[in-house]
């Protein structure tokens, strides 16, 4: 059974920090990409971060430069870091796993809250 369990969420004053983390079992988690996402109320689902099995990254304009993805294959864990924080970051994030050579995420994680107030 695959599961991607999303940790780190949390309220913070705007300027400040958070690190989210999503820990994976039941798949080859090297063998996966793995992106982050985020959805607001009222609001599409839109991608984050992206992070390739090799670990090419790519990220959405609105978080470049302040948001970094990383992966700890040995842990099984997907990070997100994400620095400057606007209360337009505020949002569920989720984690998503895209088996490699494959468009679409197959696995998703519950998701963590991020609250950024001004």
């Known amino acids: 059974q695959v599961q991607l369990v999303e940790s780190g969420g949390g309220l913070v004053q705007a300027g400040g920090s958070l690190r989210l983390s999503c820990a994976g079992s039941?798949?080859?988690?090297?063998?996966?990409?793995m992106g982050w996402f985020r959805q607001a109320p009222g609001k599409e689902r839109e991608l984050v971060a992206t992070?390739?099995?090799?670990?090419?990254?790519n990220y959405a304009d609105s978080v470049k430069g302040r948001f970094t993805i990383s992966r700890d294959n040995a842990k099984n864990t997907v990070y997100l870091q994400m620095n400057s924080l606007k209360p337009e970051d505020t949002a569920g994030y989720y984690c998503?796993?895209?088996?490699?050579?494959?468009?679409?995420?197959?696995?998703w994680g519950q998701g963590t809250q991020v609250t950024v107030s001004s």
């Open positions: 039941g798949l080859p988690f090297s063998s996966y990409g």
């Open positions: 998503a796993a895209r088996r490699y050579g494959s468009t679409l995420y197959t696995y």
């Open positions: 992070i390739s099995v090799g670990g090419a990254t």
